[in-house]
């Protein structure tokens, strides 16, 4: 048979709920005892080519951002030799798996979903929290719920988007569309900042009958390799998805140069997306197939409140929005706008709050802030606070203040400006620091209008307001500046299934992770129409005599 509809109940899940890790409870000794065993060796970590795990080459080390001499893990790049075998695997690996049933497919990453919810739940945790320093909070939203909540929602997901049939309404014609993965391999090319990220951008096309290279981040490799730990063990076949750390453009020259590039799901910065859109563009003559290209990208987020906003809930959610993980989400809400009339209050509550957050090693429960991921980043920031304080249109209300002696730490930064076009409004920090212009209360509707046109992204932004005519102008305003729209609520913290995540404009191709059309691209279709009648005539009806 062609076509055999999946066998999958929709609507089954619901959100991997978050444990406490309140002190004494039986999850935090767990997640306890697997901190001391990870802090106490350097995990040694091969590139993974189907069945075979290799070790060549020049030995890198994945360090704690908040103790940076504190090796975590050792790896290896792969060499373009070896990327070409990881593609050869894939290949090999492909016509059995897109044939596989879809119910099989799913069941062996609910087997992983299941295993990330128990078993494994602390080591996602730990390698995620050493590894990129995310506090246990952070840790538990990030690497075990949302990732096991892509996992089981995709199988909700691939339900939806496979379901439709076309009509077939000649008797003796029956038509039918049949849902296939695409012909060659998908490169998943994924950042540092979210393990789940991370298990995603393979898996996903994997779910829909794909085969995939993944390279990970160098500064997440802990955690990524967990993953796709788990994913073997809950019964991936090999070579459906390699794990190959890669030096970032020798894989992305090596990929794309393949006549088998399928697509590219990418996460990552504006400028490496680019770089490789133009690179699929400059091989276009020697693919087998048109690429697909997914890239999520940065973003410039705003909180734009208005003078009938709720002043707790603009100062809570933009402390969350703008500090939580360091600024280092997409997400993180990164420039404000504020009415002269609320500034007071509003000031003087980030600026109470801001004393009572304590930045350091996510070990410590007490620490909201932590470590930034690397030295690249922390001079990135440091170079934005410098600006910061030798701007004569800015003043640094409170932090600007960084220290790499031991970790990458940055103090949490909240800064005004008078310049609404001041770069610390248009280009993305990803770090913690927050800048603010204060708008006078009759130009409301002319300063939103700049918003929409200070910055090139286009991935979250929030109103906050309470005068509901005031809302719905405010609605219509923003309709094209984010992919992520919140109102009276932070720009940040999108859950899979209820918030669907991606943005537009220079902010990536807004896929929607955690929503059903994403796996719409990993699909391709094909259209069957079979006659059970002879063919008996050739001439048109006008031509009878
Ligand atoms: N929109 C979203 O959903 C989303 C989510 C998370 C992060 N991000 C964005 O990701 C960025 C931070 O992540 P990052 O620092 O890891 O980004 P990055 O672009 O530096 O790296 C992303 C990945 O690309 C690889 N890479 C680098 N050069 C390459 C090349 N020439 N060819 C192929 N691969 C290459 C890196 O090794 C890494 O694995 C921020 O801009 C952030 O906003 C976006
Ligand atoms: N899902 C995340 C964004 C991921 C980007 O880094 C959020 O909405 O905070």
């Excluded at 075990?144 to 996992?151: K, M, N, R, S």
């Excluded at 049939?165 to 994924?190: C, H, L």
């Excluded at 987020?301 to 709720?310: C, E, K, R, T």
């Amino acid at each position: 048979m062609l076509f055999r509809p999946a066998k999958i109940r929709t609507n089954r899940f619901i959100n991997e709920p978050l444990l406490d890790y309140a002190p004494g409870s039986k999850e935090r000794k767990e997640l306890e005892g697997v901190l001391e065993k990870y802090n106490n060796q350097v995990a040694d970590i091969p590139i993974v080519v189907g069945d075979k795990e290799i070790k060549d080459g020049k030995e890198l080390f994945q360090v704690s951002p908040h103790d940076h001499q504190h090796k975590v893990a050792k790896y290896r790049h792969a060499s373009k030799d070896i990327i070409k075998q990881a593609i050869e695997s894939n290949l090999k690996a492909r016509k059995e798996w897109e044939r596989t049933p879809i119910e099989k497919r799913a069941d062996i990453f609910l087997k992983a979903a299941d295993l990330m919810a128990g078993k494994y739940r602390a080591d996602l945790l730990a390698t995620t929290m050493i590894g990129q320093s995310k506090n246990i909070w952070q840790a538990e939203i990030d690497a075990a719920c949302e990732l096991i909540d892509f996992l089981r929602f995709n199988i909700t997901f691939s339900r939806l988007v496979t379901e439709y049939q076309p009509i077939s309404p000649d008797k003796g014609i029956k038509n039918s569309s049949v849902y296939r993965g695409m012909e060659g391999f998908w490169a998943a090319v994924t950042p540092f900042n979210f393990t789940a990220i991370g298990g995603h951008l393979p898996s996903a096309p994997a779910m829909m009958g794909n085969v995939a290279l993944w390279k990970p981040s160098d500064t997440a490799m802990l955690s990524n390799y967990t993953v796709f730990k788990i994913y073997r063990e809950a019964g991936l076949p090999a070579g459906v998805i390699n794990f190959v750390p890669a030096d970032g453009p020798t894989f992305g020259d090596t990929v794309v140069s393949s006549p088998d590039l399928a697509g590219i799901n990418f996460t990552g910065s504006v400028k490496t997306f680019k770089h490789l859109w133009k690179q699929v563009a400059n091989n276009l003559d020697n693919f087998r197939s048109y690429p697909r290209m997914i890239g999520e990208c940065g973003g410039k987020n705003f909180h734009f409140i208005h003078p009938s906003a709720d002043v707790e809930s603009v100062v809570n959610g933009t402390i969350r929005g703008a500090f939580e993980f360091n600024g280092q989400k997409c997400s993180a809400t990164s420039r404000m706008y504020v009415p002269e009339s609320l500034w007071p209050k509003i000031k003087d509550g980030l600026l109470s709050i801001h004393k009572e957050i304590k930045t350091g090693s996510p070990l410590q429960k007490e620490n909201f802030v932590t470590a930034v991921i690397d030295d690249k980043a922390f001079a990135r920031i440091e170079s934005y606070l410098n600006h910061a304080k030798n701007s004569p249109n800015t003043t640094i209300l409170a932090g600007g203040t960084c220290d790499q002696s031991e970790g990458y730490f940055v103090q949490p930064t909240i800064i005004q400006t008078t310049d609404p076009n001041d770069k610390l409004m248009k280009e993305e920090i990803f770090g913690p620091v927050l800048t603010m212009y204060i708008y006078p209360d009759n130009k409301c509707m002319e300063t939103a209008d700049l918003v929409t046109k200070t910055s090139p992204f286009a991935l979250t932004g929030s109103i906050f307001v309470k005068d509901q005519k005031a809302r719905e102008v405010l609605i219509d305003k923003f309709r094209e500046n984010a992919g992520n729209f919140y109102i009276n609520d932070k720009s940040t913290g999108s859950v899979v299934a209820q918030q669907p995540f991606g943005g537009t404009r220079m902010s990536g191709t807004n896929e929607k992770a955690g929503g059903p059309h994403y796996l719409l691209k990993f699909v391709s279709v094909q259209a069957v129409k079979e006659t059970s009648v002879p063919l008996s005539a050739w001439k048109y009806p006008s031509m009878e005599e």
